[in-house]
C-alpha cells in the first residue's frame, strides 16, 4: 500500500508530460499533412539517363575540385 504513494503521482506525472508533448507536437505542425511523405517517397523525381550521356561521361577523367 505504501508503495502506491510514491506510484500514482509518477504514474500522473508520466501522463502530464505526455499530453503536453503531444500538445506541443501539435502546435508546432507535426500532424499537419500526414499523406505528403507517403506520396512523395512513391513520385520519381529521377530523370532517366541516356546511353549515349553515361557513355560521355565514362570517357572524360573525373573533375578535381580546388
Same mark, same amino acid.
Not at 2 to 23: N, R, T, V
Not at 25 to 49: F, V
Not at 50 to 66: I, L, M
Given at each position: ?6 506510484? =500514482?503521482? &509518477?504514474? #500522473? %506525472?508520466?501522463? $502530464? =508530460?505526455? &499530453?503536453? #508533448? %503531444?500538445?506541443? $507536437? =501539435? ?40
Amino acid at each position: 500500500m505504501d508503495s502506491l504513494y510514491l506510484l =500514482i503521482p &509518477i504514474a #500522473l %506525472l508520466f501522463c $502530464a =508530460i505526455a &499530453i503536453k #508533448l %503531444l500538445l506541443w $507536437a =501539435i502546435d508546432n505542425g507535426q500532424y499537419d499533412d500526414l499523406d505528403k511523405e507517403s506520396w512523395r517517397i512513391l513520385a520519381d523525381d529521377d530523370t532517366p539517363k541516356s546511353a549515349a550521356d553515361t557513355q560521355e561521361r565514362s570517357d572524360q577523367p573525373p573533375e578535381q575540385k580546388s
